[in-house]
């Protein structure tokens, strides 16, 4: 895991020539034609009081605006702004939400992060599903002759109750293990497939520790805090700050095998992050925060809305919003590193002294 930076330790500095989208003459709802230049491949943190305009900058001009680029040949076309020089570097745009993983009680960890393939092929290759001639098909719980007919691989069965919410209840045919008797005859290292999507992370990452391709996403998966999560777990059932964290560690393994792959670089990807802290105990967000500095260490660039201050006091460089809220804001009121915020004196300025202060004295 990434060490945390000590906030007044330098931070990746900001050259006045270094790359940076320029937005000019951004004017949607409350913003006062502004002007600013966003820093690349660093850690850029968006903030001000409620009503300043930091969301309308970040997602609805800057994101808005640069989704084209992710539809390659698209040209750009301004809307609530003058236009953004600088784009060109970038390869991809991602916003990481918490909207859920997936709509069905199918979607879970393992396959939407990908590495359910991999254990797929790992249990096509036993001897007992070799004997038998299966493939990696036979162990998917969304189609095929493996699942359980009962339930159709979702584990659950849902009771309509007239004029009551529905209720869902374990299948009582493979007792929520997804998978029919003959397909859950194949074991791996003692184990058939159910069971390993009833494992924990925290579990699965000694299991699988020999498969670095599995391991890796798993220990990810640890260090944002998820080592909680069956690999199997539905996802209505996750959290959206659990989900958007699941969203970064996806993208995480993707930096890792962009390096691996014949040592070519990641395309480079500009990610935007509204206030992904909401909800998050301490230890959490700490952890949080690591995993940021590892997408910009990884090449990429990311933008956090964000008014936790131990994030904005991480952050590599700082745009202010404001000064005040609605009309009083729609301003860039200060720009620069956490500690030029502090000299400036804005509300976030005076905010973030405290946590510097503490920091330092620690």
């Given at each position: 895991?990434?060490?945390?930076?000590?906030?007044?330790?330098?931070?990746?500095?900001?050259?006045?020539?270094?790359?940076?989208?320029?937005?000019?003459?951004?004017?949607?709802?409350?913003?006062?034609?502004?002007?600013?230049?966003?820093?690349?491949?660093?850690?850029?943190?968006?903030?001000?009081?409620?009503?300043?305009?930091?969301?309308?900058?970040?997602?609805?001009?800057?994101?808005?605006?640069?989704?084209?680029?992710?539809?390659r040949g698209a040209k750009p076309h301004w809307q609530g702004l003058d236009g953004i020089d600088g784009w060109q570097v970038i390869d991809r745009v991602l916003e990481v939400d918490q909207t859920p993983i997936g709509k069905t009680p199918r979607s879970c960890p393992a396959t939407y992060i990908g590495f359910w393939d991999t254990i797929r092929k790992l249990f096509a290759d036993t001897l007992e599903a070799r004997a038998r001639g299966w493939a990696a098909g036979r162990f998917s719980f969304n189609t095929g002759e493996g699942r359980c007919p009962a339930c159709e691989g979702q584990g659950i069965r849902t009771i309509e109750m007239s004029f009551l919410p529905d209720?869902?209840?374990?299948?009582?045919?493979?007792?929520?293990?997804?998978?029919?008797?003959?397909?859950?005859?194949?074991?791996?290292?003692?184990?058939?497939?159910?069971?390993?999507?009833?494992?924990?992370?925290?579990?699965?990452?000694?299991?699988?520790?020999?498969?670095?391709?599995?391991?890796?996403?798993?220990?990810?998966?640890?260090d944002v805090g998820l080592g909680y999560l069956t690999l199997g777990q539905p996802s209505p059932t996750l959290s959206g700050g659990e989900a958007q964290r699941i969203k970064l560690v996806t993208e995480l393994s993707k930096v890792r095998d962009?390096?691996?792959?014949?040592?070519?670089?990641?395309?480079?990807?500009?990610?935007?992050?509204?206030?992904?802290?909401?909800?998050?105990?301490?230890?959490?967000?700490?952890?949080?925060?690591?995993?940021?500095?590892?997408?910009?260490?990884?090449?990429?660039?990311?933008?956090?809305?964000?008014?936790?201050?131990?994030?904005?006091?991480?952050?590599?460089?700082v745009i202010d919003m404001g000064p005040e809220g609605g009309t009083g804001g729609g301003k860039v009121a200060a720009a620069g590193s956490p500690d030029e915020i502090v000299k400036r004196k804005t509300h976030t300025g005076v905010a973030l002294k405290g946590v510097l202060h503490r920091a330092t004295s620690a």
């Open positions: 895991a990434h060490p945390l930076r000590h906030p007044l330790q330098p931070r990746r500095p900001v050259e006045p020539t270094a790359p940076a989208l320029q937005l000019k003459g951004a004017s949607l709802h409350n913003l006062q034609q502004v002007h600013v230049a966003v820093p690349l491949h660093r850690l850029v943190a968006v903030t001000g009081v409620s009503g300043s305009g930091k969301s309308t900058l970040a997602r609805d001009v800057l994101l808005a605006n640069l989704q084209f680029i992710n539809s209720v869902k209840v374990h299948c009582e045919t493979c007792n929520g293990m997804r998978f029919n008797p003959e397909t859950l005859a194949a074991t791996w290292r003692g184990k058939h497939i159910g069971d390993v999507l009833k494992m924990e992370v925290d579990e699965a990452v000694e299991f699988f520790a020999s498969m670095p391709s599995i391991a890796h996403p798993l220990r990810l998966l640890q962009d390096i691996t792959r014949r040592g070519q670089k990641a395309p480079h990807t500009l990610y935007v992050l509204d206030e992904p802290t909401v909800g998050l105990h301490m230890a959490d967000v700490d952890k949080l925060i690591r995993v940021l500095h590892r997408l910009v260490d990884g090449g990429h660039s990311v933008i956090v809305i964000e008014h936790d201050l131990d994030v904005i006091a991480e952050a590599d460089w």
